[in-house]
């Protein structure tokens, strides 16, 4: 029988730096989207409360382990029971998730995301769905130099090559 071995996405590939820039693997042992039910947002803000210390964040936003996903859809770092209130899907294994961080991480980012990410107009916390290169993102600001990036696990290795070579090209200028 064969024996199966769980990796994940970023395996082999993280971490990596360039010129003070570091990229990190991100391993996030549940992850959950939260669709509330018509007329139930509320109610299940208050339930993620309870269970997390953060409800339902605002649009572009993230309280705690809640981020803003879309369209009235909202991630979650760790499990969500709401029976009633808001479908609930395991999304554990879809996603792709790293840390960008250092001085001039800013500057790498410019390189490959149509989105001013500067600090004093994208602050820690904020949330953005945007592209990164050619492939779909969820950027967050985590720090003042730091940020989390969300893409599909089937775009792990394009996102960590695009991050790398933006990385390169602003540490040859430095």
């Known amino acids: 029988m064969v024996k199966l071995i769980a990796l994940t996405p970023g395996k082999g590939l993280l971490p ?6 570091a990229v990190t693997e991100m391993v996030l042992d549940r992850l959950v989207s939260v669709a509330p039910f018509a007329g139930k947002q509320k109610a ?3 339930a993620l409360k309870a269970q997390c210390g953060g409800g339902l964040p605002a649009v572009n936003r993230r309280r705690g382990a809640v981020t803003w996903f879309g369209h009235g859809i909202w991630m979650v770092a760790g499990d969500a029971a709401l029976d009633g209130l808001a479908a609930v899907t395991d999304q554990s294994d879809a996603w792709a ?3 960008i961080s250092g001085a001039g991480v800013e500057d790498v980012l410019a390189r490959l995301v149509p989105v001013d990410l500067r600090l004093p107009v994208f602050k820690t916390n904020h949330v953005a769905k945007t592209m990164l290169g050619h492939m779909s993102v969820t950027i967050t600001r985590t720090g003042p130099t730091e940020f989390e990036i969300m893409a599909m696990r089937s775009m792990a290795t394009t996102m960590i090559h695009e991050l790398q070579v933006a990385m390169r090209g602003v540490a040859s200028r430095a």
């Open 44 to 46: 299940t803000s208050e």
């Open 97 to 99: 998730v790293v840390s």
């Open 16 to 21: 990596i730096s360039e010129g003070g820039v």
